[in-house]
């Protein structure tokens, strides 16, 4: 989506007869605060994290789990997007009730039934794998080692319960990174998820592909994207045993334009069960970052990440409700721009209907922020 500082932001357009009603949680990537925006845009709950913020999702008992920002020096990780130095937990009031730092974190996390968490981590390849590994085009500065992506999980504690190295089961013939990437890591993980079975449900954009691990063996037992998507992010499972994913679209292969889409992917086939884009095709890209999910009315919530801008779209691809961040952080790198210009570049954003067991009792007036409100145009 083009736009401009004069482009409205807030509120664009809102079917509430059409939408899967509630709250949406987002974070500017990069920003101090996490925010929770009624349908009409209003902000109605915020927390704050001094020393930033890349991702926040809501759990289940109201609190907020979050990555910060990498450390001032992030060693081999330097310049790589999505890192993060940990994971802070916090209570509705912006306590802090529970922290794991660990500086080779990065993009994703997922906390589980059982009170672990998994998390995406980085680890350095050998020399040997590291010239083993095929595409991606080369500078002076690479280094020997390239990163390779750990799938970790922690209890409580800060214990490693279960941990899966990605290139213990990746194929170099198979497993290529895009030639219009760099070589600075492998696959870039960017989304991990645990399927209703137990097994790990992974993205990887270097070299566009998401796969289904096997959580005991760990093999893979189901891969797919090379070929059909382009750096995807965000894979995610839904109730029918479908796959869906924001499908970015850069470097997309020619003839065709570069351009996003959100894929649902039935991976018994490997056929396309459904999927949306803009009309024309241009008016709906993110390169990077961004993601997508599926509703309890059967819609799906998209958050076109580099812009900020998020649409909820009917099964009919009908768009019935769309908001473009307002709030503006040091995240224009992402958008293009330098690492200190600003954007409103979000990682992923989701909705929580107004019954959710997160939102029971919680104080969701948004005149408690009346003058934030008046200030971004809403009250």
């Known amino acids: ?96 009730v529970w922290e794991l730092q660990d500086a080779s974190m990065h993009h994703d996390f997922q906390r589980l039934p059982s009170g672990n968490t998994l998390a995406l981590m980085w680890e350095e390849l050998s020399p040997d794998i590291t010239r083993q590994v095929k595409g991606g085009y080369t500078t002076p500065e690479d280094l020997a080692q390239m990163l390779g992506d750990v799938v970790r999980e922690f209890s409580p504690s800060g214990e490693v319960v279960h941990e899966w190295r990605s290139w213990e089961h990746l194929d170099f013939d198979e497993d290529v990174i895009c030639p219009l990437e760099g070589r600075r890591e492998w696959t870039h993980g960017n989304s991990i998820n645990m399927t209703s079975d137990g097994n790990y449900l992974v993205s990887y954009r270097q070299t566009s592909t998401v796969g289904i691990v096997d959580r005991e063996s760990g093999k893979f037992i189901w891969k797919w994207g090379p070929g059909e998507v382009s750096h995807q992010h965000n894979a995610s499972c839904l109730d029918n045993g479908r796959i869906l994913l924001f499908d970015n679209g850069s470097h997309r292969r020619a003839p065709s334009t570069n351009y996003s889409r959100i894929v649902e992917i039935d991976p018994t086939d490997n056929e396309i069960a459904w999927e949306y884009r803009g009309e024309p095709p241009i008016s709906f890209y993110s390169y990077q970052i961004s993601g997508a999910e599926r509703l309890l009315n059967g819609n799906t919530l998209i958050c076109e990440g580099a812009t900020g801008r998020f649409i909820e779209v009917t099964q009919g691809h009908q768009i019935v409700w769309e908001y473009i961040n307002p709030l503006f952080a040091d995240s224009g790198r992402i958008a293009g721009g330098t690492p200190s210009s600003q954007g409103n570049s979000v990682f992923r954003a989701h909705r929580f209907a107004a019954d959710d067991p997160a939102l029971q009792g919680r104080d969701l007036d948004p005149a408690r922020y009346a003058n934030l409100n008046r200030t971004l145009g809403v009250s």
């Open 1 to 96: 989506m083009g736009w401009s500082l004069h482009h409205p932001h807030g509120l664009i357009y809102y079917a509430p007869q059409y939408c899967h009603r509630g709250y949406t949680l987002f974070a500017n990537l990069r920003g101090n605060d996490a925010n929770l925006i009624d349908m009409e845009g209003r902000i109605c709950h915020r927390w704050a994290w001094p020393s930033g913020i890349n991702y926040a999702n809501l759990l289940p008992n109201g609190n907020l789990l979050l990555h910060t920002l990498a450390p001032a020096d992030p060693g081999p990780m330097t310049g790589i997007g999505g890192h993060a130095g940990g994971l802070v937990e916090l209570d509705w009031n912006g306590n802090v």
